[in-house]
Nanobody
């Protein structure tokens, strides 16, 4: 199965920046579309940004012009550059990816995987 591991979260002051990373691993891994989602306390998980294997990008209206999603397929890694952060951006940020991997029987397994999340806190 695929594993997604996020990093780069932390505490930042309003107006500051953070860069999140998501590294995918798995046997014979192939990655299709990827995305960042976030969940604030007491709220539902929401899409932040998505990127397809061909590079088509979509952003939530709330982050347009401030966040930038990218991916490096050679490194099986996706990034989220977050600028001009506000307290409303405080949430746990999750990485999501549609993947194909091979199981021990050498069969292809398709799955949509989630990372464990990384906390982003924007506060003075």
């Amino acid at each position: 199965q695929v594993q997604l591991v996020e990093s780069g979260g932390g505490l930042v002051q309003p107006g500051g920046s953070l860069r999140l990373s998501c590294i995918a691993s798995g046997r014979a891994l192939r990655i299709d579309d990827m995305g960042w989602y976030r969940q604030a306390p007491g709220k539902q998980r929401e899409m932040v940004a998505t990127i397809t294997s061909s590079g088509t990008i979509n952003y939530a209206d709330s982050v347009k012009g401030r966040f930038a999603i990218s991916r490096d397929d050679a490194k099986n890694t996706m990034y989220l550059q977050m600028n001009s952060l506000t307290p409303q951006d405080t949430a746990v940020y999750f990485c999501n990816a549609a993947t194909l991997t091979k199981n021990p029987s050498d069969e292809w397994v398709a799955e949509r995987a989630w990372g464990q999340g990384t906390q982003v806190t924007v506060s003075s």
